[in-house]
């Protein structure tokens, strides 16, 4: 499963996962932008599925129902590469309107957490699987201006450390992917 399948991170993650033979679930909010990372991914691998969902509006309920759907229809799930992210820019804190500020964490902290939760009993019915959690160099995105979006990556790397932690001895492996420079949108906008 490849959140934010259409970024520039999200379609190389499916692309590698594809080359290497597996089915990846396409995640994202548009479907237009998911069709065409579908097309790229079918053409390196077996045939993905493309799951639309906005995960800034998804609650609990609706990643339980999209791990279980995932689950039946595919016969189980043995990774998350979340590469999903929210950011507008930078700003200052003072400045930043508060849904903004809300909508970043959700985005890029509390929703990765609530999907890999949801998750979780079918990554460990794998026997062997995968949460990789994309970070961001935090000596340079915890700074002035990265607002929001430096927040949740600091929350992130806690995030998958603690999580890592209570794993360590079952069949999910957590680790984080820190891609460094590369040409995104988010990297445009920063």
């Known amino acids: 499963l490849v959140t934010g399948a259409y970024g520039s991170l999200g379609e190389a993650v499916a692309k590698a996962c594809a080359k290497a033979g ?20 079918k053409a390196l691998g077996p045939e993905p599925a493309i799951y639309p969902l906005d995960m800034a509006g998804a609650d609990p309920a609706d990643y339980e129902a999209m791990a279980d759907k995932i689950g039946a229809e595919l016969g189980g799930l043995h990774g998350i590469a979340h590469c999903a992210a ?23 902290l509390t929703a990765p957490w609530l999907l890999t939760q949801a998750c979780l009993p079918w990554l460990k019915k794998a026997g ?15 700074k002035a201006y ?45």
Do not use: C, Q
């Not at 597996?22 to 991914?41: E, F, I, M, N, Q």
């Open 22 to 41: 597996a089915t990846v679930v396409l995640l994202g909010r548009k479907v237009p932008k998911l069709s065409r990372s579908y097309d790229a991914v």
């Open 86 to 108: 929210e950011f507008t820019g930078l700003r200052p804190l003072e400045t930043t309107p508060p849904e903004d500020f809300v909508r970043h964490l959700h985005v890029n």
């Open 128 to 142: 062997d699987s995968a949460v990789v959690f994309v970070g961001d160099e935090l000596s340079r995105v915890n």
């Open 146 to 190: 990265w607002g929001p979006y430096g927040i949740a990556k600091a929350g992130i790397a806690g995030l998958m450390a603690m999580l890592h932690d209570e794993t360590e001895a079952g069949p999910v492996r957590v680790s984080g992917l820190e891609p460094g420079p590369m040409h995104s949108n988010i990297r445009s906008r920063a």
